[in-house]
């Protein structure tokens, strides 16, 4: 079966749909907010909370042509709207929650010396990006999303997507021409 006809089962008032989602996209979800914030316990609040709207809202809820989509955003939302009643809150002028895609070498297992330096060199390409464009490479190159989508998420226009994109490649690009070597399959792990 495929997410749509779900998503309409689901909107139906059908259990099993929405146990399917949950299921499904939990740990997605988990991984894409913790590039939010690195408290793994307010991501855990807030994908509860977007599942617990979902199934009290199924009724009134539209239908969406992608259902990952729908629920990354979501889960975005839900963790900017936290942030915002911290700031509230606390009387800060401005929290800005930022986007931190980061490879960091120790996280992975790599046994291979070259490959560690490697990741060093991926790890220094990441930090001259901007928040805005590791998001955008993530979107792009991790979840294969289309340009649109990206601009859905980000509540940007397709222009502005676009040239985030080219610039973040265009600084990759002249990092590597700078003798930077980096392999490719590590560009993968991000």
């Known amino acids: 079966m495929n997410d749509i006809f779900l998503w309409k089962q689901l909107l139906e008032g059908e259990d099993y749909a929405y146990t399917y989602f949950y299921r499904t996209y939990v740990d997605v979800m988990y991984s894409y907010g913790l590039k939010f914030t690195p408290d793994s316990e307010l991501v855990k609040d807030c994908i509860h909370d977007v599942f617990v709207k979902i199934y009290a809202n199924r009724k009134k809820l539209g239908m969406t042509d992608n259902v990952r989509r729908y629920l990354l955003a979501a889960l975005k939302n839900t ?52 928040f805005r464009q590791k998001e955008a490479l993530y979107y792009r190159y991790n979840e294969g999303m289309k340009i649109g989508d990206i601009c859905l998420l980000m509540q940007m226009n397709y222009q502005s997507v676009q040239n985030l994109l080219q610039r973040a490649i265009k600084k990759i690009r002249k990092s590597v021409e700078r003798g930077e070597k980096v392999n490719l399959k590590l560009l993968k792990k991000i």
């Open 79 to 130: 963790l900017f709207n936290h942030f915002q009643k911290s700031v509230n809150t606390y009387n800060i002028d401005c929290v800005e929650p930022v986007f931190d895609l980061e490879y960091n070498a120790e996280e992975q297992i790599i046994t291979d010396k070259e490959d560690q330096l490697q990741a060093k060199e991926l790890d220094n390409m990441l930090n001259m990006l901007t």
